[in-house]
Structures are given as C-alpha cells and as structure tokens.
Nanobody
Framework: QLQLVESGGGLVQPGGSLRLSCAAS????????IGWFRQAPGKEREGVSC????????KYGDSAKGRFTISRDNAKNTVYLQMNNLEPEDTGLYYC?????????????????WGQGTQVTVSS
C-alpha cells in the first residue's frame, strides 16, 4: 500500500521551532518531488513548500519564506520541514504529498498522493 506518514507536530509557543517529517512506505520517496501543505481551521489548504527528488530545487510559499526550510534524506526515505520562529497563524494540520515536477523543478500542485496530516498548534 502506498502511504505518506507525517510526524513531528505538536504544541509550541510563539517563536518556537518544530521539525516535521514525512516518511514513505510502499514506494521509493527519492523518486518523487514532495510538498508540504497546511490547512487552518475554516481556511483553504495552502501550499507551504516543495522539493524535487534530487533536492536540487526548492520552493516556498510566502508564509514560509525565511522561516521554514525543506530538506530530504533519500537514504532514509524521508522529507523534513524545519519550522522556526513559529507564529499563531502557523497553526493547522500539515500534510505532505507527492507533487508535480518537470525539468527538475517542483510545483505545489498536481498531487498524486496525500498523507494523513500532523497537527501543529502555536499558542502561549
């Protein structure tokens, strides 16, 4: 069965950090571009970041630029999202997904597989 499994969410104070992980089962994660998305209560799902299969190209949404870093370890079949200087507005359910890629660039669209999500809550 093809699966993406997120972990690393939790409750953190404003200004704190979390590192999310996205692990794959049933397929080789290193063959795919992977993206992170989030959905806050009452809001639409938005793209946060993506990374190509090689790790050579990354993309960030406006809310993530300068604070979040996406990376991957294909030997461990895992993609990471390091989130620093978290704000209450970052609260939401964070998903990883297989995303569209072409010419060694990734895009926060063309989803072919979703994970189940991990909850991030930023609150004092």
């Amino acid at each position: 069965q093809l699966q993406l499994v997120e972990s690393g969410g939790g409750l953190v104070q404003p200004g704190g950090s979390l590192r999310l992980s996205c692990a794959a089962s049933g397929f080789t994660l290193g063959s795919y571009a992977i993206g992170w998305f989030r959905q806050a209560p009452g809001k639409e799902r938005e793209g946060v970041s993506c990374i190509t299969s090689s790790g050579g190209h990354t993309k960030y949404g406006d809310s993530a630029k300068g604070r979040f870093t996406i990376s991957r370890d294909n030997a461990k079949n895992t993609v990471y999202l390091q989130m620093n200087n978290l704000e209450p507005e970052d609260t939401g359910l964070y998903y990883c997904a297989r995303v569209y890629t072409i010419q060694d660039m990734c895009y926060l669209t063309g989803i072919s597989l979703w994970g189940q999500g991990t909850q991030v809550t930023v609150s004092s």
